[in-house]
């Protein structure tokens, strides 16, 4: 049996550009992070089958991402043969802004590569993500990157640097946002917004290591759209820093939010003072 860790991704900048491409899609810019919050995959050879087992009975075999990405390996490996028991068990919040499923795909991809003996491919990665999305590709490289989209096609830019230490306090409410693409529809992109260029900024504080200056910088172009119909966003921002987060973040397209504090123990103090509010709350870092 192998073992392998999926990791929680983290968006510290999300940038979407108010133009449509003629496919349709928004070019977006984001920078992405790891946490150590992450689901864990077992994998066990088997002749033909593919069978994925979840600790989430909400998550169905065929919806899975982690079925769909074994199946298109599967097939880009062309052997009807290869089969699969993959055991999953989740830690990081479903539906939460955290790319928990393309993280999971990406695992499976490393994990089914070792016990069915193929060597992947960059070409093999890319057709894949053609299929599963933009996280998925990030979640395969993985590391604090630059993310660049210009519909289906996706490029990864390593970031040669670390984050200044950070501890998070990761909160998921009980309310949930119907899907991503709900919240695509519902943006309002202005041409002449006063924050573009900031993702820019951010990237420029994380190379230079300016702790205050990455605060300054968080920026997710989802937030705005998604709190004017779910006020909740807001609220936990709000209690985030009454609890001494030094700033907070709503995580992808919601509708979890993070708070960053100084140290361990002042999350903890927070997560205290929190605990019972909110569906789930974690304390949490990035990884470097």
């Given at each position: 049996m192998i073992q392998q860790k999926a990791y929680a991704k983290l968006d510290l900048g999300i940038e979407i550009y108010p133009e449509k491409l003629g496919d349709g899609y928004f070019p977006v810019r984001?920078?992405?992070?790891?946490?150590?919050?992450?689901?864990?995959?077992?994998?066990?050879?088997?002749?033909?089958?593919?069978?994925?087992?979840?600790?989430?009975?909400?998550?169905?075999?065929?919806?899975?991402?982690?079925?769909?990405?074994?199946?298109?390996?599967?097939?880009?490996a062309g052997s009807r043969n290869l089969g699969a028991k993959i055991t999953l068990k989740k830690n990081i919040p479903i539906k939460a802004g955290f790319g928990g499923g393309s993280s999971d795909a990406a695992a499976a991809v490393w994990g089914l590569s070792k016990i069915w003996k193929?060597?992947?491919?960059?070409?093999?990665?890319?057709?894949?993500?053609?299929?599963?999305?933009?996280?998925?590709?990030?979640?395969?490289?993985?590391k604090l990157s630059e993310v660049v989209g210009k519909?289906?096609?996706?490029?990864?830019?390593?970031?040669?640097a670390n984050l200044p230490e950070f501890w998070l306090l990761v909160i998921v409410p009980?309310?949930?946002?119907?899907?991503?693409?709900w919240v695509y529809e519902n943006l309002k992109l202005s041409k002449n917004r006063q924050d573009s260029g900031k993702i820019e900024k951010?990237?420029?504080?994380?190379?230079?290591?300016?702790?205050?200056?990455?605060?300054?910088?968080l920026a997710n172009d989802f937030e705005q759209p998604v709190s004017v119909h779910f006020p909740v966003v807001g609220k936990m921002k709000n209690d985030?820093?009454?609890?001494?987060?030094?700033?907070?973040?709503m995580a992808g397209a919601g509708l979890a939010v993070v708070g960053f504090f100084?140290?361990?123990?002042?999350?903890?103090?927070?997560k205290a003072l929190l605990n019972g509010k909110y569906r789930k709350i974690y304390i949490s870092r990035p990884i470097n």
């Open positions: 984001y920078i992405d992070c790891q946490l150590d919050l992450c689901d864990d995959l077992f994998f066990e050879n088997q002749k033909g089958t593919i069978e994925v087992v979840c600790s989430e009975p909400l998550l169905l075999q065929e919806d899975n991402f982690v079925y769909k990405a074994a199946i298109l390996l599967r097939e880009l193929i060597k992947v491919s960059e070409n093999m990665i890319a057709t894949m993500a053609n299929q599963l999305g933009k996280d998925f590709y990030y979640s395969w490289h993985g519909g289906r096609i996706y490029q990864v830019l390593s970031i040669d009980s309310e949930e946002k119907p899907s991503t693409a951010l990237k420029m504080a994380i190379l230079a290591g300016k702790k205050e200056n990455i605060l300054k910088n985030l820093e009454k609890v001494g987060a030094l700033k907070g973040i100084e140290s361990r123990k002042k999350a903890e103090e927070g």
